[in-house]
């Protein structure tokens, strides 16, 4: 790398975000022994190289002193840190200070607009209200065994095959790793599958199970609350054993489906408002971008969509650790905030008992990108979330029905965070990322959005939108925030995103249990 101009100003080629903080954010490499001026007018020579998103001490800092970021203690000094010196893993530690937790104290109340005033999209309006972003028929598998069986009833689905009916998205098969054995219960499972069988973006939906498996096809039925308006008739259940076996079952799947075609495609797109859409926020593969760029752009777009009545969902319990405390400030209630924190604590036990650490979260990739620790990566990825109140906490896959910002109780693995997302209601995702992702998931359609122009031109087959552009400073946040929404309305219309265009999205639904993934 070759050395920065002498006397190059500090303030031009890094970030200060915020004034409280001891650190900035480089915008690009900067080599050991670059002479830059500092804000107080001293120079100082960089004693390290700082990779592009990394801090440097705006200050020399003391062993034990805290590191702020976002004007949020993120650690301390693991040692005496120079001024100019790159801060990470080798020289902060982690951890938090102790959380003094205040409820309610950040509310700003949204007035929502008028349904006369709101935007509107095209969407398929269901007879229970809910609208669809797609329309697509889905075939479910109860447990694991019964998958190829339904992927073979998809597969026989071609866009040939259905050159008949414009108004299908296609034929999906959704089959979960479990669902036999190796869990204590089914009830996530179960609310997961009804959830996506009984989906605004799907149409018709057809569950097929193998006949022995735990997760029993009879017992989903008989829990009355579960079984989805679009299987009450068991003629659009399946038994592969009492079928007797897997080709007679195929074909009889096949029959169902080519059944259920004319009615699904007589649903038919019309202006529906932006009151509902529900946003399922997410992000894979972050940065040190992502809290400066990408999610807090999805804030501003989370906010307007309140504004519209529309729900926003924010999600992945693991990684709030260390920013919730901003979350109960907004909290509707004290009721609600503690809710939060009860999940916290659940989650705090389990990663014990697992043998983790809420602390042991960032990935190597995200280290990569500049983000040491948990407290800093869940410092950026709530600023998906907004300004507007937490009206409610739930359950993984739960029925989400409480518009404005509500938070789901996910782990922080993607696909089965958005998998829990989308089950409860959410038709489509928006997915941030710095590293890069190449993550589509149906039937929610998903944009993704680089948090900088580096990885949006090295991947722009998959990215959908470059969020880099705020980094830039040549196009306004606002500008940028209305850009987004425009394309949130082109895709909730029917415009695929990258992802889908692909045919991607299958492969990622992953029910969460107990036993899987943090």
């Known amino acids: 790398m070759d050395l920065i101009a002498m006397n190059t100003p ?80 080798h020289n902060l530690r982690s951890g938090r200070p102790d959380k003094v937790y205040t409820f309610s104290q950040d509310l700003r109340p949204v007035e929502v607009l008028p349904p006369s005033e709101q935007r509107t999209f095209l969407g398929y309006l269901r007879p229970d209200g809910r609208v669809g972003t797609r329309n697509y028929i889905a075939v479910i598998a109860t447990a694991q065994c019964a998958a190829q069986v339904c992927q073979r009833i ?23 790793e479990g669902g036999c054995g190796g869990q204590p219960d089914y009830d996530i499972l179960q609310r997961t599958l009804a959830g996506m069988a009984d989906h605004p973006n799907v149409g018709a939906a057809i569950l097929v199970g193998l006949g022995c498996e735990g997760n029993q096809l009879a017992d989903m039925l008989d829990h009355t609350h579960l079984i989805p ?73 989370s906010d307007e969509v309140v504004r519209q009545g529309g729900m926003v969902v924010l999600a992945e319990t693991p990684e709030i650790f260390g920013a919730e405390h901003l979350l109960t400030r907004r909290a509707i209630s004290p009721e609600v905030g503690r809710q939060l924190l009860a999940r916290l604590d659940w989650w705090r036990d389990y990663t014990a008992r697992m043998g983790s650490r809420f602390e042991d979260n960032p990935s190597p990739g995200n280290q990569a990108g500049g983000l040491t620790n948990i407290c800093e990566k ?68 998903s944009i993704k959005i680089s948090t900088n122009s580096t990885t949006y031109r090295r991947m722009q087959g998959d990215m959908d939108f470059d969020a880099g552009r705020l980094l830039s400073g040549e196009t306004s946040p606002a500008q940028l925030a209305s850009d987004l929404l425009d394309l949130v309305v082109a895709v909730a219309s029917g415009s695929p995103p990258k992802s889908e265009a692909l045919g991607l999205g299958e492969l990622e639904f992953s029910p969460w249990t107990p036993l899987g993934p943090v």
């Open 154 to 176: 998809a597969a026989a689905f071609t866009p040939g095959r259905l050159a008949d009916y414009p108004n299908v998205d296609g034929v999906i098969a959704l089959t979960p």
């Open 229 to 301: 308006l679009k299987v009450l008739n068991t003629s659009d259940t399946l038994v592969i054993q009492e079928l007797g076996g897997s080709a007679p079952t195929i074909q009889a799947g096949i029959q169902r489906v080519e059944a259920a075609l004319p009615q699904v495609n007589a649903a038919r797109r019309s202006p529906q408002p932006l009151s509902k859409l529900s946003l399922a926020l997410e992000c894979g593969g972050s940065d040190s971008w992502s809290g400066i760029s990408a999610n807090p752009l999805v804030g501003l777009l």
């Open 10 to 89: 500090l303030t031009q080629i890094t970030l200060h975000l915020n004034p409280q903080d001891n650190v900035v954010i480089a915008r690009q490499a900067l080599p050991a022994g670059s002479l830059l001026v500092w804000p107080d007018g001293s120079q100082v020579a960089l004693p390290d190289p700082i990779p592009a998103g990394h801090k440097l001490a705006l200050t020399a800092l003391e062993a034990g002193q805290p590191v702020l970021r976002y004007g949020q203690e993120i650690g301390t000094a693991a040692q005496p840190i120079a001024k100019g010196a790159h801060i990470h893993t």
């Open 378 to 445: 869940s410092l950026g990825a709530i600023a998906k979330s907004g300004s507007t109140p937490l009206m409610a906490v739930y359950e993984y896959a739960q029925r989400l029905r409480q518009p404005g910002f509500v938070f789901m109780d996910t782990s922080g693995y993607d696909p089965v965070s958005v998998t829990g997302m989308v089950a409860g209601g959410c038709n489509l995702v928006l997915f941030t990322t710095g590293r890069g992702s190449v993550f589509g998931f149906k039937p929610a359609p």
